[in-house]
């Protein structure tokens, strides 16, 4: 009877140590988890700065490329390029600053953007100087700490309504260069007039003076600078167009009765006469 009651009590120790182990196991994994960085250029730039640790002033060595999600959070500022992938990002937390130059003409997701709750300071470049196409920042109104943004280089946008709710926005710069090709316009040889909606929706913030400005390109590919063009609302109108108009480049300005608020929006237009 003795050596029953010990071997059942020897059973029940080791299993209350499996138990044990199993438990430690689990907390273990669950406090190192790790984040999977597909993209190349950005994995480098995260285990770069992940690898630093402030509490112990030493580097920290990162096991196959795959940091911690505790060694990610940390990070307050990161600048990288040439990424087409921003899945990752959204583990930066702590992040109050942030720069991204987008070098190709990708259609960029900036999802992963929106949960990096923390971000006071987002700057993004567009290096491309043909070939646009407009960014989709929706989900930048997620992010409630935002006070400055800058949209530069030849970044465009076409949609700024998201930002309507960023109440914290002190700063917002999308001033870019690019141009922007729109769907072709029919003109009729009669009238010669074109007329378009307004392409740019714009955020509350931007409650300032809103104007346009238009070039003419001819077949042969020579500029006529400065044409008259009228803005009514949202109606934009060009009369008395020369037959020989290949294209017209529209350039939309939008600004705010308070300092700090700028954009410049350029929409290159196709010209079928009819």
């Known amino acids: 009877m003795k050596k029953s009651v010990k071997i059942l009590l020897s059973m029940f120790g080791a299993a209350a140590i499996l138990s044990a182990g199993f438990a430690l196991g689990q907390r273990t994994t669950a406090d190192e988890r790790r984040v999977y960085i597909a993209d190349e250029n950005l994995r480098a730039a995260i285990i770069d700065e992940a690898r630093w640790n402030p509490e112990t002033g ?25 990424v087409r992938s921003l899945e990752g990002v959204q ?12 070098t190709r003409n ?8 929106s949960e990096m709750e923390n971000l006071e300071e987002l700057y993004i470049y567009s290096s491309e100087e043909y070939g646009h196409k407009p960014l989709d920042i929706s989900s930048f109104g997620n992010l409630s700490n935002l006070r400055r943004l800058d949209l530069n280089y030849y970044a465009q946008v076409l949609d700024f309504s998201s930002l309507s709710s960023l109440e914290n926005l002190e700063t917002l710069n999308a001033t870019g260069g690019g141009m922007i090709e729109l769907s072709p316009l029919y003109v009729s040889r009669e009238t010669r ?5 307004h392409p740019v929706t714009y955020s509350t913030q931007f409650d300032g003076e ?3 400005f238009a070039d003419l390109v001819d077949t042969n590919g020579a500029y006529t600078f400065d044409v008259e063009v009228s803005l009514d609302g949202d109606k934009v109108t060009v009369s008395d167009l020369d037959v020989n108009t290949a294209r017209i480049e529209f350039t939309f300005y939008a600004s705010a009765e308070t300092a700090g608020f700028g954009a410049r929006t350029g929409c290159s237009l196709p010209i079928i006469w009819y």
Do not use: C, H, W
């Open 58 to 82: 030493e580097e920290e060595i990162i096991e196959n490329e795959l940091p911690t999600v505790d060694q990610v959070a940390r990070i307050e500022m990161i600048d990288f390029s040439d």
């Open 91 to 102: 583990y930066i937390k702590d992040a109050r600053r942030f720069s991204y130059s987008v």
């Open 106 to 113: 990708d259609v960029i997701d900036f999802r992963p953007l």
């Open 193 to 197: 007039e074109a007329i378009i909606g």
């Open 210 to 212: 809103r104007s346009v």
